[in-house]
């Protein structure tokens, strides 16, 4: 018997309602696109997002009492990270032409174009789906960009898999409406590669309740996801793509031989959240099961189904699939994925270690040829002064056509490179003042992450990636002072809690809670598979220093051998860190300075003491912070008397 998917028929979002009302992503966005004007009104920026695209204003021009200077971002999908030479050449001539003159290699291995106006929206639209790519499904309440290592090992068969089935999965959860090609492109239907016959079989195929019929969305429905839904693809061990971040993780197994056999599943991991919210929270996947290949695209379907049809679709804030099986408990979500799948799944097998691996520098590929990773500082490809990183990158095009992989950590992999072409590269990259020996880069920079937010990003709250850079340098200062020079220690900052670049996987987490304050996270590990927990709610920047010396000291003389800064926060755990904290004398330092306010002591009894300490462990907060605030609305009430 053929069973029907679950409609929405609870209580939804105003965000539904604009799907529901949108016939499949048209309206109002095609009729708003043709109005002479700067933005789009609320109702179509929901649409635009599933196209591809934010509507933002520059917070840098605001000018009180005139319109907001709107413009937008455009963000390519791109399984794998794959960016043929001809779609790099079409996006630098783009963010020239339409955008800000820079690039951004995002965190899901896409590009953003920033700065485009409203009137160029489909000039550049048309030509990034000309040039063989799309930005259908890079935003929007759907599957997102499928990830996969960017290694391009030609003489490892499962690394070929993972980029087979990143590309396959893409296709199979692609949206099928044909609004994007009707709103962009006039209703020409560019197609830069054929699918796979099995996937559309597959796209068809029902019985479970995984699809609904005669319809324009087999898979999604009129209504989509509740939310954004995450995949990636990887290989085991390699944890270049940050596997437990994703709603849905698919591992590739293979037999002695390399022949693919199946595939191991992890399930609702996800970055997230919202200040002050308790119910919303950073989770890790869980291990659900395996999968034989010939299985994997119903599975997929299954899946989706599940968070479809279940996922809260009242509260946008709780709506992500990692809050379905945290509410829900493995056992059920398993349980009602094998009803969707019609069978149940296989025992999760057996993994080595995960490492994390960024493939900076030069490699070979397996074949005779090389590949080359490209540090990039917080993803932003510019010309800025010595480092001219734009113009290497459209040198190394023109001259040599080659195809790229971008990372999970926002940097670049040119691949397919002919050994005699690796000192005309290096030429290149030398006289733009790019570092192509990733041991030349401080290791505080080549491990760190920070999310665009200011002055772009509507939900950024506190800078990010334009104060990393210099914050960066203060903890290397530090570091060095410490006499901790060789420690590298993964860094990621956001400007708001939603955690674009993954701060709750990081040793050192900085997650904007106010201007110029930010949540400190502390406890990840260098290979990203634990989660950090906060530890203060606001830390003001020029604060910085003085919160990590005592940290830092501590780490210095209790570490083990082989631990990192984060293990070793985790080991030892909180109590103990804001113990060694506020007894914490600091060492005389080797220049003058001036005495800071934080560093004056005054006694208190000990059983006032002993109060401070349960209220800051409480509060996760540091006691001088605690203090701070009794003493300031101690002698406001005074002045007020």
């Known amino acids: 018997m053929v069973k029907t998917p679950v409609s929405p028929t609870r209580k939804v979002s105003k965000v539904e309602g604009i799907k529901e009302s ?3 992503l048209r309206e109002p966005l095609a009729t708003q696109l043709l109005e002479d004007s700067t933005h789009f009104t609320e109702d179509a920026v929901q649409i635009l997002k599933f196209h591809g695209s934010y509507q933002q204003d520059n917070r840098d021009n605001r000018v009180k009492g005139q319109e907001k200077d709107y413009q937008f971002m455009l963000r390519t999908r791109n399984p794998g990270g794959f960016i043929p030479a001809q779609l790099y050449s079409t996006l630098d001539r783009l963010s020239d032409d339409y955008g800000n003159h820079t690039l951004r290699v995002t965190t899901r291995q896409g590009f953003q174009v920033h700065g485009i ?15 063989m790519g799309s930005t259908m499904g890079a935003c929007g309440d759907l599957n997102r960009n ?74 999604y429905g009129e209504h989509y996801m ?4 995450k995949c990636s693809v990887t290989v085991p061990g390699d944890n270049s793509i940050d596997l437990y971040t994703h709603d849905v993780s698919l591992v590739v197994m293979t037999d002695e031989t390399g022949e693919l056999q199946g595939f191991n599943i992890l399930a609702g991991g996800g970055m997230g959240r919202t200040h002050n919210k308790e119910e919303t929270f950073p989770r890790l996947a869980d291990p659900l099961g395996y999968v034989a290949k010939e299985d994997v695209y119903d599975f997929m379907k299954a899946i989706v189904a ?10 946008r804030r709780h709506a992500r699939m990692k809050y379905l099986l945290e509410d829900w ?26 490492k994390y691996q960024d493939y900076l520098g030069w490699h070979e590929q397996g074949d005779g040829k090389l590949f080359l990773g490209i540090s990039v500082e917080n993803g932003r490809v510019k010309d800025e002064g010595s480092l001219q990183l734009k113009t290497a990158l459209k040198k190394i095009t023109e001259q040599y056509s080659l195809p790229m992989r971008l990372t999970a950590n926002h940097n670049i992999i040119f691949y397919e490179i002919e050994p005699k072409h690796k000192a005309g590269i290096n030429t290149i990259l030398a006289s733009c003042g790019i570092v192509s020996d990733p041991e030349k880069i401080d290791p505080l920079t080549r491990y760190s992450m920070a999310c665009p937010a200011l002055p772009t990003c509507g939900l950024a709250i506190a800078e990010s990636e334009r104060v990393l850079p210099g914050i960066i340098e203060r903890i290397r200062a530090l570091l060095n002072q410490l006499g901790l020079e060789s420690e590298e220690i993964v860094i990621r900052m956001t400007g708001c809690p939603n955690g674009c670049a993954r701060p709750y996987m990081a040793e050192l987490g ?30 003001p920047d020029r604060e910085i220093e003085s919160f990590l010396e005592p940290l830092l000291m501590y780490f210095k003389q209790e570490k083990i051998e082989g631990e990192s800064f984060g293990q070793f926060c985790s080991r030892v755990g909180f109590e103990a860190l804001r113990a060694f904290a ?25 059983e006032m003491f002993t109060r401070l300490k349960e209220a800051s462990t409480e509060a996760k907060r540091p006691m001088n912070h605690i203090v701070q605030e009794a003493l300031e609305a101690y002698f406001g009430q005074k002045q007020s008397d």
Do not use: C
């Open 22 to 24: 949108s016939n499949f």
């Open 117 to 131: 106006v409203k009137k160029d929206l489909k000039s550049a639209i048309a030509a990034i789906v000309k040039s």
């Open 146 to 219: 499928v990830m996969a290592p960017p290694a391009p090992f030609k003489n490892r068969p499962e690394y070929q898999y993972a980029w087979e089935y990143a590309d396959k999965i893409a296709d199979l959860l692609r949206p099928q409406t044909e609004a994007y090609y009707e709103i962009w492109l006039d209703g020409e239907k560019i197609i830069s590669a054929e699918e796979a016959p099995e996937v559309t079989a597959a796209r068809q195929k029902n019985g479970t309740g995984t699809i609904f019929s005669e319809t324009e969305e087999p898979i």
């Open 226 to 229: 509740p939310r954004k839904f």
């Open 306 to 315: 599940t968070q479809r049809d279940y996922g809260d679709r009242h509260q």
């Open 329 to 354: 408990g493995l056992d059920k979500f398993r349980a009602k994925v094998e009803e969707y799948f019609g069978k149940a799944l296989d025992p999760f097998k057996p993994l080595p270690e995960w």
């Open 510 to 539: 900085f997650v904007g809670s106010a201007p110029g304050m930010y949540q400190i996270w502390l406890g990840g590990d260098p290979n990203q598979t634990q989660l950090a927990q906060p530890y203060i709610e606001k830390l």
């Open 582 to 606: 506020d007894s914490y004398i600091p060492e005389t330092p080797k220049k003058p300075r001036r005495i800071r306010k934080n560093e004056h002591r005054v006694s208190i009894p000990d």
